[in-house]
């Protein structure tokens, strides 16, 4: 009834219910970029982890994301307008958080349709 | 398939899928309120955006809390024990978090049914 | 439509719809313990919520975790790690946040699919 995308001990990347897939908090693979970079890898493992997922950036319903330096909010921004599609923006939450690991500079999480 | 209330460039207010309505975090149109007087408004923006989708606020299921200040916490849920509806409270979480402007005292994300 | 558990004035411990069960942001009964001690707590608590809605840590799809102190991160896991079915790992984001009480080391949200 569910299937898991990368599962893992932990935590699997991606979990599908029905037509809804929930993505585990993302972050970059190379932690020693700035908030632009890491966020660029993010948004690329969303668009991976989508993919897979039989589903596309377009069809997100939910997004949160965390920075632990919300001084880098702009910066951020700057990054996912670029990337969200412009007709088909989801529902989004962006607050202060410190993560994992204090090189992290950004972890998004995302609700998506599949459609 | 996905139907988007206020739906920006950045972000949209609320995307609906099925019976399933998501908002974006909601904060206050004015920051110099209290905190009680920016969940007043928070909460007015939540019943706004539920009554377009179709719905309203006994239909809740989760709901997510950010206070920058826990301090506020009680304050805080003297509005929202006057305001939620005592036979269909929602899941809640309620955690500390900066926001994405210091002068905003909370802001609240919620899931819903749609009748 | 909507079927909660545990229901308050304030919010309402689950809220189930469809297939899909929200669960409040459950912390320990016991503050007094160290953050593996409440880990147990709370993940116990979740197997009860999980079982009156009628499935188990097996169908979750989403998981957040808040410490509020990321420094605990590696203490959690190994509750965490003990418990999570090794084959059914849930989504999960685990970031740092205050939570309402400053003695309470750890918060969790679920979101669960019901078989």
């Known amino acids: 009834?569910?299937?898991?995308?990368?599962?893992?001990?932990?935590?699997?990347?991606?979990?599908?219910?029905?037509?809804?897939?929930y993505l585990a908090g993302q972050v970059p693979d190379d932690y020693t970029g700035n908030v632009e970079a890491q966020a660029a890898q993010v948004l690329a493992k969303i668009d991976a982890l989508l993919k897979d997922a039989g589903t596309d950036k377009t069809k997100m319903l939910s997004v949160t994301v965390w920075l632990p330096n919300m001084g880098d909010f702009a910066k951020f921004n700057t990054v996912w307008d670029a990337w969200v599609p412009k007709d088909a923006a989801p529902a989004r939450a962006c607050v202060e958080a410190r993560l994992a690991d204090p090189s992290i500079k950004v972890e998004i999480a995302v609700i998506a349709a599949i459609s």
Chains 1, 2, 3 share one sequence.
């Not at 599962?7 to 809804?20: D, E, F, V, Y």
Request: charged share 20%; no cysteine.
């Open 1 to 21: 009834m569910i299937k898991r995308l990368v599962p893992g001990k932990r935590l699997s990347q991606a979990t599908i219910h029905g037509n809804t897939v």
